[in-house]
């Protein structure tokens, strides 16, 4: 990170803790990822994004920021990117998913909320994550209690708007959405200095839409053969945690090109694990970069993740905004409520839609087994889990809860704990 430093001066960061976190971080990824075997080749790119995190990629977002193009750090994917792309700028994740930051953060904030708020505010605090840094503001949501309180005292540190996301989906609650949508828009338009085109709207929807498809792509590729799984549970998180950093056009073209190579694989019987390896969806909280400890455990306990039913993971990519017939700008904005209306996150009541699709997609991928994973005081999932679980019972589908947060203590126990579970499928 010494070529940026630079940028990191610019950007009123922290150094010197900046670098301890890098350190811990590169370490990390070459102890989880890089002794993997037998990994496709074009993993390669995504290794290189994930070196190059606060590297080259914020040095290509600085350009945006020279040229005074919208930059947004947001913590849900309700957020719509399309309408930052749209304007040219760059829309990007910040949860948190380290152990590094949380300390800082618990001077301000309770000890039993969620690691992914106590994370992100923390990388706040400490001025390490540059994206934060970089960003013109932080668009917060109202999904849970921990997150939405958060958000007032994260706007004392940072400009931080808040989307106001329902919590049931009646046409009521639609009609305060869409406002929301506009409301959103509007604040990137302040920036721009300029009303969104149609054009310049249904452009930045087709460039997502392109980001999903690829992400689609991969997610039937690495599922869709009882007997051979071309890429690693861990490899897939990767690729999908990157979505939420990298530039979306080079990103689609990099997955497709890895696509391309599962295919190859899968043709010539080229799979990561012996065939009768269990396979396992995780199910639940979101895992941000580097929470790679569940994937790292089962994967290391002699299982394999063939899939995420989780914001980084399929519940981000399932749907495309249909863009058939649109004429207006107003049609878009429909369009995008719709397809955002249909993200079964365990902040609404009723959810159930989510519990047939679990059931669905199990069958589909003929899973062996679910782990449903809840981050440590998520109260949504964390009850969720309830029916969620007395289903897949009824269902005969095996499952096993596990509840964690990003601390090593719990790793062994976990371990324990999935060994068993695999035996017993
Ligand atoms: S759409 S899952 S990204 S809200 S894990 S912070 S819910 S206490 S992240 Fe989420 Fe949007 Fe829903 Fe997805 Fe709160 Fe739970 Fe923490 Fe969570």
């Given at each position: ?107 301000d ?31 917060g949501?109202t999904?849970?209690?921990?997150k939405k309180k958060t958000w007032e005292i994260l706007n004392d540190l940072?400009?931080t708007?808040v ?263």
């Amino acid at each position: 990170s010494e070529k940026y430093v630079d940028i990191y001066k610019k950007l009123d960061m922290d150094i010197e803790k900046h670098s301890e976190l890098m350190s811990a971080l590169f370490q990390l990824f070459s102890d989880v990822f890089l002794t993997q075997k037998n990994r496709p080749e074009n993993i390669k790119y995504f290794d290189w994004l994930m070196s190059e995190i606060h590297g080259k990629r914020i040095e290509e977002l600085m350009e945006f920021k020279d040229k005074n193009k919208p930059l947004v750090g947001t913590f849900c994917i309700f957020i719509p990117e399309e309408i930052v792309v749209a304007s040219g700028g760059a829309c990007y994740g910040l949860c948190g998913g380290a152990q590094f930051s949380i300390p800082d953060a618990e001077r301000d904030l309770p000890r039993n909320i969620c690691p992914l708020i106590k994370s992100a505010y923390g990388f706040k605090v400490q001025r390490t994550c540059p994206y934060t840094q970089i960003s013109n503001f932080i668009y917060g949501e109202t999904t849970c209690e921990a997150k939405k309180k958060t958000w007032e005292i994260l706007n004392d540190l940072h400009p931080t708007h808040v989307m106001h996301i329902p919590h049931m989906k009646g046409k009521r609650e639609k009609d305060l959405w869409r406002e929301e949508i506009y409301e959103f828009k509007n604040h990137i338009e302040e920036i721009v200095g300029k009303e969104l085109t149609f054009e310049e709207l249904k452009k930045g929807v087709e460039i997502i839409n392109k980001k999903r498809e690829a992400l689609q792509r991969l997610d039937y590729l690495r599922s869709t053969k009882p007997d051979i799984v071309p890429i690693s549970g861990l490899d897939s998180l990767l690729v999908t945690q990157i979505s939420f950093y990298d530039d979306p056009e080079r990103f689609s073209d990099k997955v497709f090109e890895l696509c391309d190579e599962l295919e190859e694989r899968i043709d010539k019987g080229i799979s990561v694990c012996e065939s009768d390896t269990p396979r396992i969806m995780v199910i639940g909280t979101p895992m941000a970069p580097p929470n790679w400890k569940l994937h790292q455990v089962v994967e290391t306990t002699g299982g394999i993740v063939i899939n995420e039913e989780a914001c980084i993971g399929h519940r981000y990519f399932k749907d495309n905004i249909d863009l058939d017939g649109v004429e207006s700008v107003e049609d878009i904005i429909e369009r995008m409520l719709e397809r955002y209306m249909k993200i079964d996150c365990a902040c609404f009541t009723p959810n159930d839609e989510r519990i047939d699709k679990i059931i669905k997609m199990y069958r589909e991928k003929k899973a062996d087994g679910i782990i449903y994973y809840t981050l440590s005081f998520c109260h949504t999932y964390n009850v969720e889990s309830k029916k969620v679980i007395d289903r897949l019972k009824e269902e005969k589908i095996p499952v096993l809860k596990i509840e964690s947060d990003y601390s090593a203590e719990d790793v062994g126990q976990i371990k324990t704990r999935v060994e068993a579970f695999l035996e017993s499928i």
